[in-house]
């Protein structure tokens, strides 16, 4: 729209008044020249700021919010954009720490950092299969299912290698209609193996804070 007003363009060029309108905005010289003003000025500072960034190494405090965000759901060009930073940057970031793989159909990858056979009650995690954060619960041992209806007693180790758990998924939870309106984050309960869950705690030497995710 602002190229529009440009006097080089004039071929295709817009009155004030219909740059309102295609701002859905009264008609306002005023008002309209400040949103421009605005709008070069956002345009400038982020050039400034890509500028200054620009062959720096990541910071600590890059990394760490490179991650949360990412783990929590933002796409490499959005944390591009929050971090003043290219795309190829940022994914360079999350592929140097070990931060697991979002896949939009399958099992995400766990890079070496992240493979376990272990996990604690009330450890944060990477859930492969369900392409999100999750929090273990229980691991579904012998005894777990002895004292539960509705188990078949499987031994997991012995079936398939790998200890079972009883997890809870994070997920965010979409503001559609005003009851959640100030509910930020749900889940829901699941059962997964050891192979498909993905530890995180290396990455707290990051700065990366997990109960942020």
Not at 5 to 32: F, G, H, Q, V, W
Request: charged share 30%; glycine share 6%.
């Amino acid at each position: 729209m602002i190229s529009l007003l440009a006097p080089d363009t004039s071929d295709k060029a817009i009155t004030k008044k219909e740059a309102c309108e295609m701002l859905n905005i009264s008609y306002n010289t005023a008002r309209l020249q400040r949103i421009i003003d605005d709008y070069n000025d956002k345009k400038d500072y982020i050039k400034l700021r890509k500028s200054q960034n620009r062959g720096r190494a990541a910071s600590s405090q890059e990394i760490s919010e490179a991650v949360t965000q990412f783990l929590s759901g933002s796409s490499v060009a959005e944390i591009a954009r929050s971090l003043f930073r290219s795309p190829s940057f940022v994914r360079g970031v999350i592929n140097r720490v070990g931060v697991p793989e979002k896949s939009d159909e399958g099992i995400d990858f766990l890079p070496d950092e992240c493979r376990s056979d272990d996990f604690e009650e009330g450890e944060i995690v990477w859930s492969a299969r369900h392409h999100c954060p999750a929090i273990v619960d229980k691991e579904v041992s012998i005894d777990y299912q002895a004292e539960r209806m509705g188990f078949s007693d499987v031994n997991y180790e012995s079936k398939y290698s790998s200890k079972c758990y009883a997890i809870y998924v994070l997920e965010e939870v979409r503001e559609l209609e005003d009851q959640w309106a100030r509910v930020s984050q749900g889940g829901y309960s699941a059962y997964t193996l050891a192979y498909d869950l993905g530890k995180l705690t290396h990455l707290e030497q990051y700065g990366v804070n997990l109960s942020r995710i």
